[in-house]
């Protein structure tokens, strides 16, 4: 931990980010809510629902296929007290909302044919139906502006403009549980899908410390919550090796000590958001908290408080905090699964993992319990936009690390987060051979396209009339992998996590030339003044 981070003074406040107002940013989930509310975003359920027999569930999958608004549900069986709160970020307007965006009419008319404000070219990920994700050219501005500012917070967070700051106590400790801990009895957590195998604790932010640099990672995991495979006080941990949350466990394993982590429900509404970002840092110890980007995008320091029975800080705004550990091996996995995925399928069906043993609960004393539905639901793959957002940015930075003629890279359009589109200045012949395996080699991708520089890789259209015109020269234009190393997501993985790949070379030969047809290009720009005159009015 950084002595800027130990100081329980609020660092000064700064200015507005170039893309968000801070003091318009909600404080904590209420204030978000009741700004939902004011916006017409919000609907609210008195009527008795069952968060067990997938009564509350329907609820939410229905309004996600209908008016797609967040809904509260105030009357929740067995938890009269505890009102349940889902699809909060399941659409882009919303998340616009949460971070204090609001695009002018110039940014609107800006961005409005901007193929990088389209979900599908700049996250890959798709609905269930046609044109789920078309959008109207507020929201286009709004996508556009979300992703601009995550990558400014993360750059001035990496500055250490705005660092966390801990205090003594916050909201979330005014109830504190120890003993007797049943998570089940103690808790409304929801079985989304008649597929998963129980109940699930989604989208709880995975707080955890560094033991080698005491940085602060949250991260988005699931929770599967079934007595029968781990008792009343356990949790499953589903949590990839390659992860910064991933490696930070690995490391407490590897020191023969149980690994520390919080699960905080209900945060603010920014770093609920921030807590499925994927940084540019993803594939290496980042060096600053996701916490510090908190701090940019709201305009001053977020509060931080220690948990009560372990060593690490949560912030002090969450509605509810489960404590616990992750103890080491070898007798640390239980078998967890399945549960639904952003793909709609089942990433890995049944396997042992990490378990979660917990040690407290706090929480607000009138807390406000967020679900997020598993399978490809709304709040479920919008928050999956920022995370392969942040993955495009990882990826590109890396690549470009060995190949500098890497223009951009974009994640194709349905493919939730598996094609890498990459655009390319070749230079010599191979060198887009040499691209594709480096990135299907060694990033999670199961397909890779390369295209030229003259070519928009967030453009889906453009990137299919590379393929179609482009590729096919020669059968070495698909390059086929039998077995490479993929992520746990894929749903058709083996044992080993391995899946065969395909790679497509969508460019020219290096002694080609291309010019887009059009007439005589001094003509164009004579005849330009006459066209604006007599036809744009």
């Known amino acids: ?82 009102p349940v709160v889902a699809n909060l970020y399941g659409s882009v307007h ?27 070219s700049t996250a890959g990920m798709s609905g269930r139906k ?26 001035r967070a990496h500055a250490k403009e705005c660092p966390y700051v801990i205090v003594n106590s916050g909201p979330c400790q005014e109830v504190v549980i120890t003993e007797n801990l049943d998570l089940l009895k103690m808790l409304p957590v929801v079985w989304h899908l008649k597929q998963d195998a129980s109940p699930y604790i989604t989208p709880a932010g995975c ?35 390659q992860t910064p949350g991933g490696k930070i466990l690995q490391k407490w394993h590897e020191q023969g000590k149980a690994c520390p982590m919080a699960l905080c429900l209900g945060t603010d509404p920014a770093t609920a958001i921030l807590s499925t970002y994927s940084s540019p840092h993803y594939w290496m110890d980042p060096p600053y908290s996701e916490f510090d980007m908190t701090g940019v995008i709201r305009g001053k320091p977020l509060e931080l408080v220690k948990c009560k029975t372990i060593d690490v800080e949560v912030p002090a705004n969450s509605a509810i905090v489960i404590e616990g550990f992750c103890p080491p091996p070898p007798d640390n996995k239980i078998d967890e699964g399945p549960m639904m995925e952003f793909t709609d399928y089942s ?14 609960i706090t929480m607000r004393r009138n807390p406000v319990f967020h679900t997020t539905m598993s399978g490809n639901s709304e709040e479920h793959r919008v928050g999956c936009i920022w995370a392969f957002f942040g993955y495009e940015q990882m990826a590109l930075a890396l690549i470009r ?5 890497v223009k951009d890279i974009g994640i194709m359009a349905g493919s939730h987060g598996f094609h890498a589109v990459v655009s390319l200045k070749k230079t010599y012949e191979g060198e ?54 993929t992520w746990e997501m894929d749903p058709e993985i083996d044992k080993h996590w391995q899946v065969a790949k395909l790679g497509i070379l969508a460019t020219r030969a290096i002694d080609q030339t291309y010019e887009v047809p059009a007439p005589d290009r001094q003509v164009m720009e004579r005849m330009r003044p006459v066209f604006e005159k007599y036809l744009i009015k």
Not at 401 to 405: I, R, S, V, Y
């Open 1 to 82: 931990m950084t002595q800027a981070q130990k100081k329980t003074s609020p660092a000064p406040q700064r200015g507005a980010t170039t893309t968000n107002h801070p003091d318009k940013v909600p404080a904590d989930l209420s204030d978000y809510m009741a700004l939902l509310e004011k916006e017409g975003e919000l609907v609210r359920v008195p009527d008795a629902v069952d968060p067990r027999n997938f009564e509350l569930s329907s609820m939410v999958q229905l309004m996600e296929n209908g008016p797609n608004k967040a809904v509260l549900f105030e009357n929740v069986k067995g938890f009269r007290d505890m």
């Open 130 to 155: 046609f044109n789920a994700f078309a959008m109207d050219a507020r929201s286009r501005a709004e996508l556009i502006l979300i992703k601009e500012l995550l990558l400014e917070a993360d750059q």
């Open 207 to 241: 707080v955890q410390k560094d033991p080698e640099n005491g940085i602060l990672n949250i991260g988005v995991r699931r929770h599967m919550v079934c007595p029968e495979r781990y008792g009343p006080k356990r949790m499953g941990v589903q949590i990839g090796t």
């Open 94 to 120: 919303r998340a616009a909302l949460a971070l204090g965006i609001e695009p002018s009419a110039q940014q609107i008319e800006q961005y409005k044919d901007d193929p990088r404000g389209s979900p599908g």
């Open 401 to 405: 690390k060995q190949f500098h003629h």
């Open 347 to 360: 990433g890995t069906v049944v396997e042992a993992i990490p378990y979660m043993e917990v040690t407290a």
């Open 432 to 485: 887009d051979r040499q691209v594709l395996n480096y990135l299907l080699s060694t990033q999670y991708f199961k397909y890779v396209t390369v295209v030229d520089d003259d070519v928009d890789p967030h453009n889906s259209e453009q990137v299919e009339w590379a393929k179609a015109c482009r590729a096919g020269r020669t059968p070495d234009d698909f390059v086929v992998f039998p077995k490479l190393p």
